[in-house]
């Protein structure tokens, strides 16, 4: 289970019977939970990964919801990615769906867009 985001946020994004296909290397459609909770863990450090140095402090706490989005789409991306299989016209719109992610990501740090600041704590940064 993550900090950002859960199993049920990955399955609104991508439906119950993709993420258990997806997460399932075995080829049963039956959901591996321990498989999952990897991809969230990946997502969420990616994420991290990106604000670090930023305005923001990370980890995010309390977690504003377009980060809970962005944590869901990429846990799902990472499944489809390396569920083995590969069909072009899919893996084009998963690729869309993790540059939309990333593209997010840049406004928020570059100022076009905000996050819900009144709740998110700012690392200090120097005023010139």
């Known amino acids: 289970m993550g900090t950002y985001c859960d199993l049920s946020d990955v399955q609104d994004q991508f ?16 959901l591996d939970t321990d498989r999952v909770d990897r991809a969230i863990a ?15 402090t990370v980890p995010f706490a ?21 569920r083995g299989i590969r069909d072009t016209d899919v893996e084009e719109r998963i690729a869309a769906l993790e540059e939309a992610v990333f593209a997010e990501m840049n406004e928020v740090l570059s100022g076009v867009a905000t996050l819900d600041a009144d709740t998110i704590p700012r690392a200090p940064f120097a005023v010139a």
Request: hydrophobic residues 45%.
């Open 42 to 56: 990946r997502a969420e450090a990616r994420i991290d990964d990106r604000f670090r140095g930023s305005k923001w």
């Open 62 to 82: 309390p977690v504003p919801s377009a980060v809970q989005s962005w944590a869901a789409v990429l846990a799902g991306v990472f499944l489809y990615r390396h």
């Open 15 to 30: 439906g119950t019977a993709n993420v258990a296909a997806w997460s399932d290397l075995s080829a049963n459609d039956t």
